[in-house]
């Protein structure tokens, strides 16, 4: 432990809804904060982290030993604040170095509200959610001059075991926007930044159950004026908009309370409009088809997940962040699987074999590869442009 730099924070306790207790030092906001503890082993990328919707009411440890090095800066982000409940790493580094760092991560943290810990031993808390699996917790950042007690201790304890559990839990609604929007926002670039769609040769109406910034960027990139709706939005409204295609984006939560989005997604795939699902849009998407999902004992959440490619054989490196998985043996006649995870099997990958839709678990404009998957956002690409060619030779 770097002795300047605990001196420099108040304490902090970590406590899991089993009892487990780990101390170490507030480098965020005073206060408590619950959500399901997971780990994530991406070693860069911890401003998207915290920034990705899907984190909502999950406390993140980062098992990368030091968080922090490179600052944050005002592009990084893939949505407007910080969603994930809290942070919990093991060093944060005295300085921050970057060019296009404009604050350090604490001072990121404590601006955002956002209560975290470091100084704790990820590598025993990692192991310890790898087998007992995924659960609740609470940090507890203690104020300047504030000292760990057994009444604290017991305080964080009790409000880790009155989080409410993942399972059932439907977030969708919860991180969605509250309006229509329109998306025209392209990739960045070095030395140029952002730029704009101005030339689209697609309508895509991209559903908003957490959707992260960088998704609409790759879609926009690809030719497509983006029309972003919230998660409730029936599937007639969407008709109305005339799309060339669908998104069913990323988000936190129980895919199966979301009946509202597998209503509108199995309407919407039935019209042989393009889809295409990522993550809890997924998800979404095999319980429209009649399939199931069920709780992973402790998820996939990192930047190192290798990914097969059943029809090409490839083997992507992904970005992964989901604690919910489609059961393979509910699926029905009409959806094959197309993609699987080498780590434990997992599907990660499925389309329709009598529609133009098809689905995707992990975060593919995370790019870890960097550019493995790239392609299923031209293949959706391909599909629209391919619908759009048949409406007019009709």
């Known amino acids: 432990m770097l002795l300047s730099l605990k001196g420099a924070f108040p304490p902090a306790i970590l406590a899991l809804a089993d009892g487990t207790v780990f101390l170490g030092n507030s480098i965020g906001a005073t206060g408590a904060t619950v959500g399901e503890v997971v780990f994530n ?16 009411q999950q406390i993140v440890t980062l098992t990368y030993p030091h968080i922090g090095n490179y600052g944050v800066n005002d592009e990084d982000i893939e949505a407007d604040k910080i969603h994930a409940a809290g942070l919990i790493i093991r060093d944060l580094p005295l300085v921050a170095s970057n060019f296009r760092s404009s604050s350090t991560l604490s001072q990121y943290l404590v601006r955002s509200g956002t209560v975290a810990i470091s100084n704790v031993d990820t590598r025993k808390l990692t192991r ?119 998104f069913l984006s990323n988000g936190p939560g129980d895919p199966e309370p979301c009946d509202y989005a597998i209503d509108a997604t199995r309407e919407l795939i039935d ?17 429209a088809c009649g399939a199931k999902t069920f709780k992973m004992k402790f998820g996939h959440h990192g930047a190192n997940h290798p990914v097969k490619d059943l029809d090409s054989g490839h083997v992507a490196i992904t970005s992964q962040n989901h604690g919910f998985a489609v059961d393979e043996k509910t699926l029905p006649a009409n959806m094959r699987p197309t993609h699987v995870s080498l780590f434990d099997g ?45 409406a007019v030779n009709a």
């Not at 860069?44 to 920034?51: A, K």
């Not at 990139?221 to 109305?240: C, F, I, M, N």
Request: aromatic share 8%; with cysteine.
């Open 128 to 246: 310890h959610l790898r087998t007992n699996g995924a659960q609740n917790g609470c940090i507890l950042g203690l104020a300047e001059g504030e000292s760990v007690t057994q009444a604290l201790i017991d305080k964080a304890i009790d409000a880790a075991k009155a989080a409410p559990a993942m399972v059932g839990l439907d977030l969708a609604k919860v991180v969605s926007v509250p309006q229509t929007y329109e998306w025209t926002q392209t990739e960045w670039k070095p030395g140029v930044g952002y730029g704009v769609q101005i030339t689209p040769r697609f309508h895509v109406v991209a559903y908003d159950f957490g959707i992260k910034k960088n998704i609409l960027r790759m879609l926009a990139q690809r030719g497509a004026r983006v029309t972003v709706v919230p998660a409730k939005t029936p599937a007639a409204d969407v008709l109305k908009l005339k799309p060339d295609g669908i």
């Open 346 to 390: 997992t599907l990660q990958g499925l389309a329709r074999t009598d529609r133009p839709a098809f689905c995707f678990q992990g975060h593919p404009e995370a790019s870890p590869g960097p550019q493995d998957l790239g392609y299923l956002f031209d293949r959706f690409t391909a599909l629209m442009e391919k619908h759009k060619s048949e």
């Open 271 to 287: 019209t042989g409009i393009p889809t295409f699902g990522i993550c809890l849009g997924h998800q979404i998407m095999a319980l």
């Open 41 to 56: 082993t991406a070693i860069t990328g911890y401003q998207e982290i915290l920034t990705d919707p899907s984190y909502c």
